[in-house]
């Protein structure tokens, strides 16, 4: 492939050098202006997330923790609980637990641990984060 000149015919010295060391210059600029650039935007993109919670070991957060719903001891029977029982299941707030009794209220019930993901807010994570918990057991069995 043929390149075209970067200096007119004539124009610096007459052997090309001067065109060939500016050309090489202004590759190693760009090329450092684009490191600069791509560090920049990952110290950015790094500086967004999320900090990780800090632990609160005073008597006033132990107190707090404490208060704090544990997961169920067992199994929760998802197809008969209450809004406070699923609220106990990790990572369910009470905004989660109504939305899965609405579901369990317009669908019936649950078969698989699978129709969860139904649920607005359960997706694979959450449901993997709950799935041992979960008892699917049919209403009214023993």
């Not at 090489?24 to 920049?40: I, M, P, S």
């Not at 029982?85 to 019930?109: H, S, W, Y």
Request: with cysteine; aromatic share 4%.
């Amino acid at each position: 492939m043929k390149r075209k000149p970067l200096l007119k015919a004539g124009a610096g010295r007459h052997d090309g050098s001067a065109s060939r060391l500016e050309a090489e210059n202004w590759r190693q600029w760009l090329g450092v202006a684009a490191l600069v650039l791509a560090l920049g935007v990952c110290l950015l993109a790094t500086r967004d997330r999320a900090k990780p919670e800090r632990r609160d070991f005073t008597a006033g957060g132990l107190a707090q923790s404490l208060e704090t719903p544990a997961p169920p001891a067992g199994t929760l029977r998802v197809n008969e609980a209450e809004l406070e029982e699923l609220i106990q299941l990790p990572g369910v707030g009470e905004t989660l637990a109504q939305a899965i009794l609405d579901e369990r209220k317009k669908n019936g019930a649950f078969h698989y641990a699978e129709d969860l993901m139904a649920v607005k807010g359960i997706g694979p994570a959450k449901l993997s984060q709950i799935r041992s918990y979960l008892d699917l057991g049919e209403e009214g069995e023993d």
